[in-house]
């Protein structure tokens, strides 16, 4: 997989993992819905400090934006931190609604 391609897959996979629209990706990186758009089809290419902003609202490191799953060991691993940070983003999740919830009582 050339590196064009490695990061267009792993933008959509992170994002999707997320749980994040285009439109709520944009919002958190502080650009155009189009922009993530052209960026998920290869039509865009975006500066570093831009690859860190997705980093950032993705909660991950900018190298796993690059990071090349298929390669060997690689896929445990990457599966293992997706869990991880999924079920960090489910807790974290609940707290918030859980305080919400006891605010209104």
Partial sequence: MDLDQLFIHNLKKWRKIIGFSQKELAEKCDTAHSYI???ESGKGHPSFAFIGKLADALKI???????DETQPGRSAYLKRMESIQKKLVETVSNDIKAAFDEMRK
């Avoid at 490191?61 to 990071?67: A, D, G, I, S, W």
């Fill in 61 to 67: 490191e900018p190298y796993q934006l690059f990071f």
């Fill in 37 to 39: 758009r052209q960026l």
